[in-house]
């Protein structure tokens, strides 16, 4: 009698485990970690930013046709666009951090939208300026590299390269999907519906950002993905733009500080206020369709992520300051070619060229970010941030002054020469950037690879 009633209650025993043991072990496999979610919308949202992006180079000749506004006056709506892009993104940072990533992007996208949708029933110049100018240049400033940076430092401890790179690339598949859709629009129809379609992407997204973006893991009870411990929400941070304004002050006493900002901003120059504002219409003075030059423009966005990514293992490897020298002496040298290549169709020496500027375009991010890292530590974040806005006031003035130089000689061809002068300049300028011996070192662990980006520009 014991032995018969003590088997089947060893039974009974073991087989509740069996039961409960398999959804325990199995759940967390199959459930996907918010932080996955919150990239996707991120994902989403850069690439809708691409389209307002893509828009402004576009522009200059039905603008010109359509309101006889000279291309100068044009191409100054873009260069405010590009400088408040810049200006705007040291304090961007501070902004999440006080009234929340969800806020900041919602109300970013849609200022945004109304700013390209104003433009459609503009009749004065000035509308322009203040529309696409102030308006997107503000929204499209809020949403800079704080947002991707701030996104994966907030939400990933693990993986962050990853996502880093992964929204990096958004960019360039927007430019990829838009440009093309845009210029073949403006060429079927015209430029307003095009810019409807920038001004609908911008805001169609706002709803994902609302309910599906959170601004910390903590606010829906879970870990950052990969922690081992769950981090508690900061409270809004109230003095981070005065910090922001102190490392400025305390920046710009020291020699390396104006070297790094001086690249960067013949950086930007030559590649949003040149190539990215003026290749379109330049490609199109020599006959190529707009359709062909966009789509030509849009393979630079192919390469510009393989660029980025191989620059940052280069930087792990070598000196940055050589490689910044290297860098802008190519790209210089390409530039003084690029007058000779454009054609009215697309043939092997162009493709080669937009190849090489693709892979060039943002390589000089890791090295910058690796010498900013090496002279100024812990404020190496907020320092990049105004290198950065250099960077967009280089690519301002370029941009207005291609316009002015268009409307002055009838070509772009002195643009192009100018600007190769000034890539050979910024080559020069990169050696003369002195190493610091107590710094973080250079050469191999010096470098700044995509998660090292992240890291630096949430920090």
Not at 129 to 150: E, K, P
Not at 203 to 213: M, Q, R
Not at 409 to 434: E, H, K, N, P, Q
Request: hydrophobic letters at 55%.
């Amino acid at each position: 009698m014991t032995q018969t009633s003590e088997a089947p209650a060893a039974k009974e025993d073991q087989k509740p485990p069996k039961r409960g043991r398999f959804p325990r072990v199995r759940n967390p496999r199959v459930r996907i970690h918010r932080a996955w979610f919150v990239a996707a919308v991120t994902f989403v949202t850069i690439i809708g930013a691409a389209a307002f992006r893509s828009l402004p180079g576009l522009l200059i000749d039905p603008l010109h046709q359509d309101f006889g506004w000279s291309r100068g006056t044009i191409a100054l709506a873009v260069s405010i666009n590009l400088a408040l892009y810049g200006l705007t993104a040291p304090f961007a940072a501070a902004l999440m951090d006080r009234f929340g990533i969800r806020r900041v992007v919602a109300v970013a996208l849609t200022v945004i939208s109304a700013g390209s949708l104003l433009t459609v029933w503009m009749t004065q110049a000035w509308q322009l300026l203040l529309y696409w100018g102030l308006l997107v240049g503000l929204g499209s400033g809020s949403m800079a590299l704080a947002f991707a940076a701030t996104v994966t430092n907030r939400w990933f401890t693990e993986r962050r390269g990853l996502v880093s790179g992964i929204l990096t690339a958004a960019s360039a598949s927007g430019q990829l999907i838009f440009l093309p859709l845009l210029s073949w629009m403006i060429t079927r129809y015209d430029w307003r519906p095009a810019a409807v379609t920038v001004a609908l992407a911008a805001l169609a997204v706002v709803p994902f950002v609302w309910l599906l973006l959170r601004d910390h893991p903590a606010d829906v009870g879970q870990k950052p993905y990969g922690a081992t411990e769950f981090v508690p929400k900061p409270a809004p941070v109230q003095g981070a733009a005065r910090r922001t304004l102190r490392v400025l002050f305390s920046a710009v006493r020291t020699g390396p500080f104006w070297l790094l900002a001086g690249t960067f901003a013949i950086c930007g120059a030559s590649t949003n206020g040149l190539v990215q504002t003026h290749f379109v219409p330049a490609a199109h003075d020599h006959g190529m369709p707009v359709t062909a030059a966009a789509s030509l423009l849009a393979v630079i966005g192919i390469f510009d992520v393989v660029g980025t990514i191989a620059s940052g293992w280069f930087t792990d490897r070598f000196e940055p300051r050589r490689l910044l020298a290297v860098y802008y002496a190519l790209r210089g040298v390409s530039l003084l070619f690029l007058p000779m290549l454009l054609a009215p169709s697309v043939h092997p020496p162009m493709i080669f060229f937009i190849v090489f500027y693709g892979l060039d375009w943002v390589a000089t991010v890791p090295p910058t970010l690796a010498l900013c890292r090496e002279h100024y530590g812990e404020d190496s974040a907020i320092v990049f941030g105004w290198v950065l806005a250099s960077h967009q006031v280089g690519a301002a003035l370029v941009a207005f002054l291609g316009g002015v130089a268009r409307d002055t000689f009838g070509s772009y061809d002195v643009v192009w020469c100018a600007s190769g002068a000034l890539c050979a300049a910024a080559a020069l300028m990169a050696l003369v950037i002195r190493r610091r011996s107590t710094g973080a070192g250079t050469g191999t662990g010096t470098g700044a690879g995509t998660g090292d980006v992240v890291r630096l520009a949430a920090a």
